[in-house]
């Protein structure tokens, strides 16, 4: 076998914080080769970020400990320790012979400074040539990440840019030097299917192009099946598993990596409960484990939620008669918005976000609103409950016209459609505790009659969505990104609302906790006999949790009707295009992808 790139051994990291010392890494090895994509994946907490951090010296040296060696083979430098080189070298390598695209782009990026020049900084940083020629190679570099019109994003600043145009700046910006190296950290999460795909296709011919070996860090299998060579599976900071990429996916041997194939929603799966990691890592769970041979997506044999097992009739029911009344009647509703632009931003723009929306939602269904980031989905659903003024249109809740609606009356009517946001830390006040934020809006509308009673249904109510009593006490930050989302679900449901609007609420979130969050909201949809709006760009998680489904794009819908059928037919262009997006992690695609890179391979070499 040939001399790894790069060769980590009994790499351990530990922190001080005010608790004590923290272990993340404990005696993690594994090598990378020249010219491979090696997938380390798991879930928050695991230690995949912190790993790559430690190979940068990009760790807060106060807090961590590195132990252990990463030997190097610097095309630039020979054979180097990672761990122990002065500050002086290590800064050569860095954006050099081992880049790193981070996860979220807009905090990677500097605001106040335009893209193209944060681009141009890495090339005159290492390289010996004119300013001229940074700036044409930058140009080359924007049009090589195919970006459109590169002189006007060299320009353009990152709050200008969409996300997916963003990530494509920083792959610009961590290839401009040609790495031999380069670490993806979580570089599609959050993104829109076709975008995440775009990404996942330039990354791959890049690598290849280059001859760049791949760190892809990640906690979405399906994207890894297209990206991989071979997958190590992290959890607790330790290693639990490593092999081929189709070998983890064909035959995953720890119960950790069977759980992390289980517990993603797929377009194929037919669960009523998605099973989450605690299911698999006992005992009993692991024996129960079947296994699909056709999709190598674990399903359990067993009902997850004891409480209250779903089967598969119960799942997502249809009612027998369809209500003559709908719920929500939304007809012809247009949202406009006016941008300024030019020169001391004189100039006014009128955009319309929302164009023409015409749909009903019956009591007790889930609809599933999907699209593209842009596609107007989220904007629709502040308009419904008015956070959000309509241009135009007519929005008819519970018999009520919303649209017309005299504020006193409007802030009254809110308590029965409620709506649940992507960004659970940024919805809770900061300096209020959670027990104090789920009195808060019983308190607005007068539910129950004293602070002892909502007190008690605070309480109450952390103990449905699965938190301890001890929580009521504590402040947002204390909790993990699915916890909160639970106190979120938890400050919704406080005034027994009959509709509840979910914005993305799923999709940052490892996907143990998705599942934890998506059988929550289908068992609080049976007990409190919700009506649910789904917002999501996730195909996979719509089709688990929707009765109906609408297509958006470009502030219109192209295409809505029962779930199953529009998944099985979809009959519009932009849905086909949608769910051919959608990776799917089954042997067929692992084996394409591979035969693509071959093919792709070949075709360089020759």
């Known amino acids: 076998m040939k001399k790894p790139l790069l060769q980590v051994d009994q790499l351990s990291i530990q922190f001080q914080t005010r608790q004590g010392l923290v272990q993340a890494v404990q005696n993690m090895s594994f090598q990378l080769q020249k010219g491979e994509t090696l997938a380390i994946v798991g879930e928050s907490g695991s230690g995949k970020t912190v790993t790559a951090l430690s190979l940068m010296q990009l760790l807060e040296t106060q807090s961590a400990t590195v132990a252990g060696n990463a030997l190097f083979n610097s095309p630039k430098l020979g054979e180097v320790d990672l761990f122990s080189l002065p500050e ?18 807009m905090s990677s990026l500097n605001p106040v400074i335009s893209c193209g020049k944060q681009v141009m900084e890495v090339l005159q940083i290492h390289l010996t040539i004119s300013k001229e020629e940074a700036y044409q190679r930058t140009l080359r570099l924007l049009e090589m990440v195919q970006l459109p019109q590169p002189e006007k994003i060299y320009r353009s600043f990152p709050h200008q840019l969409s996300g997916g145009q963003k990530q494509r700046v920083m792959i610009a910006m961590a290839m401009a030097c040609e790495p031999s190296i380069l670490i993806a950290d979580e570089p599609t999460t959050a993104l829109d299917v076709t975008v995440q795909a775009a990404i996942l296709d330039l990354l791959n011919e890049l690598r290849l192009k280059n001859g760049t070996s791949v760190l892809f860090i990640s906690h979405d299998l399906g994207v890894v099946a297209q990206m991989a060579d071979r997958i190590l599976v992290m959890f607790q900071g330790q290693i639990v598993e490593q092999g081929t990429t189709l070998d983890i996916f064909t035959q995953p041997q720890h119960p950790y990596t069977k759980a992390l194939l289980a517990c993603r929603p797929t377009l194929k799966t037919q669960v009523s409960v998605l099973p989450t990691i605690a299911d698999f890592l006992s005992a009993k769970a692991d024996k129960q484990v079947v296994a699909r041979e056709e999709t190598f997506s674990p399903e359990p044999s067993f009902a997850v939620d004891k409480a209250a097992p779903i089967t598969a009739e119960s799942h997502n029911p249809q009612p027998e008669k369809e209500p003559e009344q709908p719920l929500l009647q939304v007809e012809d509703v247009h949202v406009g918005f006016s941008v300024s632009s030019g020169f001391l931003l004189k100039q006014k723009e009128r955009i319309t976000a929302v164009n023409g929306v015409s749909f009903e939602v019956f009591p007790g269904e889930t609809m599933a609103i999907v699209g593209e980031s842009g596609c107007g989905k989220t904007t629709l659903g502040r308009a419904l409950v008015r956070l959000i003024e309509p241009s135009s249109g007519k929005i008819l809740f519970n018999g009520k016209d919303w649209s017309n609606l005299p504020k006193e009356e409007l802030r009254k009517s809110r308590k029965d459609f409620q709506m649940i946001f992507q960004d659970p830390f940024a919805s809770l006040n900061p300096h209020m505790k959670i027990g104090e934020a789920i009195m808060e ?12 009673e909502r007190r008690q249904r605070a309480l109450e109510l952390l103990e449905t969505v699965g938190l301890l009593p001890e929580h009521f006490n504590r402040y947002p930050h204390e909790f993990s990104g699915g916890q909160q989302q639970r106190i979120c679900i938890a400050r919704a449901l406080a005034l027994e609302p009959t509709c509840i609007i979910c914005d993305e609420v799923v999709s940052s979130l490892d996907v ?36 109906r489904l609408l297509v958006m794009d470009k502030g219109q819908i192209v295409e809505q009707g029962p779930a199953p059928q529009i998944f099985s037919n979809p009959q ?35």
Request: aromatic share 6%; net charge positive.
């Open 88 to 105: 002086k070298q290590m800064q050569k390598i860095r954006g050099n012979d081992i880049s790193i695209v981070f996860q979220d782009p």
């Open 441 to 452: 809006p019983m308190q607005a509308h007068q539910v129950l009659k004293s602070s002892r």
């Open 572 to 606: 519009h262009a932009y849905t086909k295009t949608l769910l051919q997006a959608v990776p799917t992690g089954e042997l067929a695609d692992i084996l394409a992808a591979q035969e693509k890179r071959k093919a792709y391979k070949a075709s360089i070499d020759e």
């Open 512 to 547: 143990s906790v998705q599942a934890q969050v998506l059988n929550l909201l289908n068992r609080l949809k049976r007990e409190f006999h919700l009506t649910i709006l789904f917002i999501t760009h996730d195909l996979a998680v719509a089709k688990f949790m929707a009765d």
